[in-house]
């Protein structure tokens, strides 16, 4: 399974639906796609929207066909999008697996358990790869909060008590 490594700050599932609506039912290309969500929601750029467009993807919320992209009509719950989540986004199993073993932890220390799960060629992109990682991981444990795999608890994240993901 291809895992996706984009991840858009965590605004709640109802973003989340607001995006995915936003997209045609029938085939469209990324730019119209891109346009739509931009227009249709409270996303602000192009950028942020090709970002969401990727995110819906990797919960199975959009799908690509050869004539583009198109909103998926399913309506998966949140447990469903919790682990869609920790299979279509790299590094969240990871990321998850770590809170379960060592949790609580802030996002800086979230960030180190799984800095080296990054593949080289990602650090060598960028200058700044530890800086966009980072940004990641946090963007990471808010969706895990939105979508109940972890708490908050004082500084940091853990998995939920009453069992979690």
């Not at 973003?15 to 045609?24: E, G, I, T, Y």
């Not at 969401?52 to 999008?81: I, K, M």
């Not at 379960?100 to 799984?114: H, S, Y």
């Given at each position: 399974?291809?895992?996706?490594?984009?991840?858009?700050?965590?605004?709640?599932?109802?973003?989340?639906?607001?995006?995915?609506?936003?997209?045609?039912?029938?085939?469209?290309?990324?730019?119209?796609?891109?346009?739509?969500?931009?227009?249709g929601?409270?996303?602000?750029?192009?950028?942020?929207?090709?970002?969401?467009?990727?995110?819906?993807?990797?919960l199975?919320?959009?799908?690509?066909?050869?004539?583009?992209f198109?909103?998926?009509?399913?309506?998966?719950?949140?447990?469903?999008?919790?682990?869609?989540?920790?299979?279509?986004?790299?590094?969240?199993?990871?990321?998850?697996?770590?809170?379960?073993a060592?949790?609580?932890?802030?996002?800086?220390?979230?960030?180190?358990?799984?800095?080296?799960?990054?593949?080289?060629?990602?650090?060598?992109?960028?200058?700044?790869?530890?800086?966009?990682?980072?940004?990641?991981?946090?963007?990471?444990?808010g969706?895990?909060?939105?979508?109940?795999?972890?708490?908050?608890?004082?500084?940091?994240?853990?998995?939920?008590?009453?069992?979690g993901?």
């Amino acid at each position: 399974m291809v895992r996706y490594k984009v991840v858009p700050p965590a605004r709640g599932r109802e973003a989340l639906v607001a995006v995915r609506d936003a997209l045609p039912l029938v085939p469209g290309s990324v730019e119209d796609c891109c346009s739509r969500i931009r227009d249709g929601t409270d996303v602000p750029s192009r950028d942020a929207a090709r970002e969401w467009l990727t995110f819906c993807q990797a919960l199975g919320l959009a799908a690509e066909t050869d004539r583009g992209f198109h909103r998926v009509r399913e309506d998966p719950d949140t447990d469903e999008l919790a682990d869609r989540l920790l299979d279509g986004v790299f590094p969240a199993r990871e990321l998850h697996a770590v809170l379960a073993a060592e949790g609580p932890l802030d996002a800086d220390e979230a960030f180190v358990a799984v800095r080296d799960a990054v593949p080289r060629w990602e650090r060598s992109r960028s200058p700044d790869w530890e800086d966009d990682w980072r940004e990641r991981t946090g963007h990471l444990l808010g969706w895990f909060v939105a979508f109940g795999l972890v708490e908050r608890e004082g500084g940091g994240y853990r998995v939920r008590a009453e069992g979690g993901q």
